[in-house]
């Protein structure tokens, strides 16, 4: 554990503190994007947010009063606006997350995509003892990763058509793979899987697919084609033509 020392080994720290001390964990984070963002929790840059980390108060120590916690970065692509945050008290073998009184962080949209380093300094006291503690937090990644990507597939050749398919106001993004299949993704990263799609062309799909209202219908038609020769037309109701080329 994070307190071994070694076989035989008092570790005084531990032996002496644990009676009067609490000692203070850091554990996971979440992000709730309120400027520049998409709601899905990943950190990209250009993005302001509300940013909660949970602290935990170890097992078998004091219990924790009136802890406090001041955040910081030295990241030059970081700005803090609201750095103190109230835990409260936090028993031992607890944990808590600022809830109620959040950081406000905002990511500069130049910020290296990597761990951003935090510093955390924890203050608080137990019935007899004035606890203080700093330490790095390093949890925390800028990507342009969005939740729900990326995602496994075969082998891409085309690029993929990006459109709202079915008028929701969420786009879908649809491509044909090496494979054969047509994929249609939602923009959370989850598959559409139906009585069509993944759909089999049964011959690699090289080229990109195209849209538009082709039949004047209103609804969004994409078409795609295949090595097997087939040219393939779909809307969000599934497909419509199937074209043998050959």
Known sequence: GSYCI?????????????????????GTFTFTEIIGGDSDGSINPGETGYLTISLKNALGWADAENIQAVLSSENPGVTIGDEDANYGN????DSLYNIEDTYTVSFASYIELAS????????????????SSSFEYTDISVS??????????????????????????????????????????????????????PYDTGNQIWGSAAAADMDGDGLTDFVITSKSKHLYIFDQNGLKTDYNAN
């Open 6 to 26: 070694g076989t035989g080994m008092v570790d005084a720290h531990k032996a002496i503190g644990r009676g009067f001390s609490p000692n203070i964990q850091a």
């Open 90 to 93: 936090i028993t031992a073998g």
């Open 116 to 131: 951003v380093t935090f510093q955390l300094l924890v203050t608080g006291n137990s019935t007899e003892y004035d606890y």
């Open 144 to 197: 342009i990763n969005q939740a729900g990507f990326p995602v496994s597939t075969a082998e891409l050749r085309a690029s993929p058509l990006v459109i709202d398919l079915d008028g929701d106001g969420d786009v879908e993004i649809i491509f044909g793979d090496n494979n054969g299949f047509v994929h249609i993704y939602n923009a959370d990263g989850s598959e559409v899987e139906d009585d069509t799609f």
